[in-house]
């Protein structure tokens, strides 16, 4: 199973971005499907998760703000990033269960004037 993430970026403080992740490869179904982030010097921390029925649960500090979507046809899971804030600067990675975990390789967002 591969995960390719993209979307990454430079942008300043308000701006949005958002980010897709694209899995590939061999397994049954996917279950759910979300992203981490690991800041510098922090540990790595759930941002936002999808489930197969569709529910989603966010950390506080980006309720309102970020939201995740899926497409089960492409195997795709988004996240639009609104009102980005300097403390959202980390590496974000996409994640998968497919009753095994998987990480794609992570995607630099770095908010800055």
């Known amino acids: 199973v591969q995960l390719q993430a993209s979307g990454g970026g430079l942008v300043q403080p308000g701006g949005s971005l958002r980010l897709s992740c694209a899995v590939s490869?061999?397994?049954?179904?996917?279950?759910?499907m979300g992203w981490d982030r690991q800041a510098p010097g922090k540990q790595r921390e759930l941002v936002a998760r999808?489930?197969?029925?569709?529910?989603?649960n966010y950390v506080d500090n980006v309720k309102g703000r970020f939201t995740i979507a899926r497409d089960n046809a492409k195997n795709t899971v988004y996240l639009q990033m609104n009102s980005l804030k300097a403390e959202d600067t980390a590496v974000h990675y996409c994640?998968?269960?497919?009753?095994?975990?998987?990480w794609g390789k992570g995607t630099l967002v770095t908010v800055s004037s």
């Open positions: 490869g061999r397994f049954f179904r996917i279950n759910d």
């Open positions: 994640t998968v269960r497919t009753g095994i975990d998987y």
């Open positions: 999808i489930f197969s029925d569709g529910s989603t």
